[in-house]
């Protein structure tokens, strides 16, 4: 009788076999560690974004006027002390650097602030408003954070203003709190009429956390708005931008960069950290953006 085989000659065929699903273990693991680490590079791959507000009404002396602008961080640290972040912040040589809100969540991320802000300042000039998270954690964490910003040379903004001067122009630099804070606060629309009535005319600057209350704004007459709080959108889609809003609502508006209502301009900045709420954990296109706005003559 003819064989194929001899008797005691091993069968190759299942050897083959095990040859092609370990490689197809090792094709699935790499692309599970590559996705893993796309995954990580998209919420924690910093990114320097530039931008141009043209802005009619600004004053001359302003033209070229550079802002590096900082939001969302959530306790968020780029390198021991932001070493990192801070190295960034100096490479754009801004004239102002503005904060608007949300830098920490947990009361123990306070120790992360004389660093952070004394690293800032030794940049240039720099300003910070509240968040709604900071307000969560009460109003004596928000009174330390306020004075640990202003100990180490970061300027809180509290329903305030100041008057900013260069090249022989002078404009408005607003700062609110966040609604989160206390019931009775001074409103936008009560500060913009200080302003007006002790500043008339002047260009305004409003730095303002919830970039959903552009309306608002625009509304009370400031020129241009500066505000975090929407993340980007956390999952940012092509031609159809920001998929998800702080508030859970699909595609909400004015989630990053520059939008315009009436005659008032708003900036949204997509911010540098993630928070522990669902949906709001990560991102997905949607990097940490370190933005740098140059104010232009509209």
């Not at 094709?27 to 320097?48: E, I, K, P, T």
């Not at 932001?82 to 040589?93: C, F, G, M, T």
């Not at 954070?145 to 122009?169: A, D, H, M």
């Amino acid at each position: 009788m003819a064989t194929t085989e001899r008797e005691g000659t091993p069968h190759r065929r299942p050897r083959k076999k095990r040859r092609h699903s370990l490689r197809w273990l090792a094709g699935l693991l790499a692309v599970a560690v590559g996705g893993w680490g796309w995954f990580q590079w998209q919420c924690w791959g910093l990114q320097v974004t530039q931008a141009e507000a043209a802005l009619s009404r600004l004053p001359e002396g302003f033209d070229g006027y550079r802002i590096v602008h900082l939001s969302d961080l959530h306790g968020h640290e780029y390198g021991e002390g932001n070493a990192d972040l801070l190295a960034r912040v100096a490479e754009q040589k801004p004239d102002l650097i503005v904060i608007t809100g949300d830098v920490v969540d947990q009361e123990s991320q306070l120790e992360m602030i004389p660093a952070l802000a004394k690293g800032l300042a030794a940049v240039a000039p720099a300003y910070y408003v509240t968040g709604n998270h900071e307000w969560s954690l009460g109003t004596g964490t928000v009174k330390e954070l306020k004075g640990l910003f202003s100990q180490c040379g970061v300027t809180p903004l509290s329903n305030q203003y100041e008057i900013l001067e260069r090249n022989g122009s002078q404009m408005v630099l607003a700062g609110v709190d966040d609604p989160n804070g206390y019931a009775d606060q001074t409103t936008p629309e009560e500060l913009f009429a200080q302003i007006n009535k002790q500043a008339p005319g002047l260009f305004t600057l409003l730095l303002a956390h919830r970039n959903d209350r552009f309306g608002e704004y625009a509304e009370a007459g400031y020129d241009f708005v500066m505000s975090g709080h929407g993340h980007g959108g956390i999952v940012r889609l092509p031609f159809l931008g920001g998929l998800v809003g702080t508030d859970r609502r699909f595609f909400p508006d004015w989630t990053a960069g520059l939008y315009t209502l009436g005659d008032s301009t708003l900036f949204v900045s997509r911010g540098l950290g993630n928070n522990t709420v669902p949906f709001q954990g990560f991102r997905i296109f949607n990097r940490p953006e370190l933005a740098v706005v140059t104010l232009k003559t509209g």
